[in-house]
């Protein structure tokens, strides 16, 4: 069965700090990956997938992640934080022949003025 | 262009009540899926569904709950005979293919008394 592990439970960093959320899955093929968050009381808004080819791809809000087979690792990065990117960050997963999303426990992002 | 709609927002029920949750995926969606998100956790896959069909239930519980998506209105998830530990997020998503992005809903709060 497929698995994420998103080793950070919260991090905080300073606004106009560079953010890298880790992401790491279990699975025998490389799976559709994605990036999603969500703010308080809302639902998950999608920040980026990864399907095929080029392995760097860019998102919404000037979010980017990284997908490294060696590792099976789908990290998320964005250079400049803002206070706004407070929020909570998903990783999730899906089979290339199924349908369902398998998510990490999630990352709280603090940002600090 | 509305987004996925699910009402409602919050849900009070007492022990062994029934709850039902609404949820209407985007326009030009068939595809449907069910989430549950506890305190603290991640979300959790319930239920896949297309147009009158079940399609993979296999994050459902065994008993209290059920979930259908008839020809004709949204897709409805009902638990039966509520319990504490019901007490959750639960989300809606839907894709316009059984592969790719799912787009969230804000999500049904329950709570249970």
């Known amino acids: 069965a497929q698995s994420v592990t998103q080793p950070d439970i919260h991090i905080t960093v300073s606004e106009g700090a560079s953010l890298e959320l880790r992401c790491n899955y279990s699975?025998?093929?490389?799976?559709?990956l994605f990036w999603y968050v969500q703010s308080p009381g809302q639902g998950l808004q999608l920040l980026l997938k990864?399907?095929?080819?080029?392995?760097l791809v860019q998102g919404i809000k000037g979010f980017e992640a990284e997908f490294k087979r060696s590792q099976s690792s789908f990290n998320l990065r964005k250079p400049s934080v803002h206070w706004s990117d407070a929020a909570e960050y998903f990783c999730a997963v899906q089979e290339t022949s199924g349908s369902r999303l398998t998510f990490g426990e999630g990352t709280q992002l603090t940002v600090n003025p | 262009n509305a987004g996925v709609m699910q009402n409602p927002r919050h849900l009070v029920r007492r022990r062994g009540q029934e709850a039902r949750l609404r949820c209407s995926p985007m326009?030009?969606?068939?595809?449907v899926y069910w989430y549950r998100q506890l305190p603290e956790e991640g979300l959790k896959f319930m239920v896949y569904?297309?147009?009158?069909?079940?399609?993979?239930e296999s994050g459902m519980p065994k008993e209290r709950f059920s979930a259908e998506f008839p020809k004709e209105g949204p897709s409805i998830l009902r638990i039966q005979q509520v319990v504490r530990g019901d007490s959750a997020a639960y989300f809606c998503a839907s894709s316009p293919a059984g592969q790719g992005p799912q787009h969230f809903g804000d999500g049904t709060r329950l709570s249970i008394l």
């Open positions: 569904l297309q147009k009158e069909n079940i399609i993979d």
């Open positions: 990864y399907f095929s080819g080029d392995t």
């Open positions: 699975y025998g093929a490389t799976p559709y």
């Open positions: 326009k030009g969606h068939s595809h």
